[in-house]
């Protein structure tokens, strides 16, 4: 089957280093990062230490801060770095024609099974 992808809108409507939240019915909250970079990532808006606000944290390279108790998540892979444990679960992205898609298979996947 085709993967069929949701349109979340155009990339200006994130600045870079900073996350907007996309709330999914009856799923986890999505927090979508844009990097001072220009790459887009999306993770479960849980920090896996106390389940902290991501899209509240610090961007900074291809990681964030959580604003709780600044454990380090990795963007890219959803990896705690820096010494401690755990791991986030990231949302496949992509961007095209300057608008952010969200892999749908993988947000309804998120939704209470
Ligand atoms: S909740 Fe994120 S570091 Fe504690």
Known sequence: MEATWLDLGPVTQIEPGMAATLPVIGGEEIAVFHTTRGEFYALVNKCPHKQGP???GIVHGDSVTCPLHSWRISLKSGQVLGGD????PTIPLKVDCGRIYLLRESVVGKRAA
């Open 54 to 56: 991501l899209s509240q």
């Open 85 to 88: 444990e755990g791991c986030v």
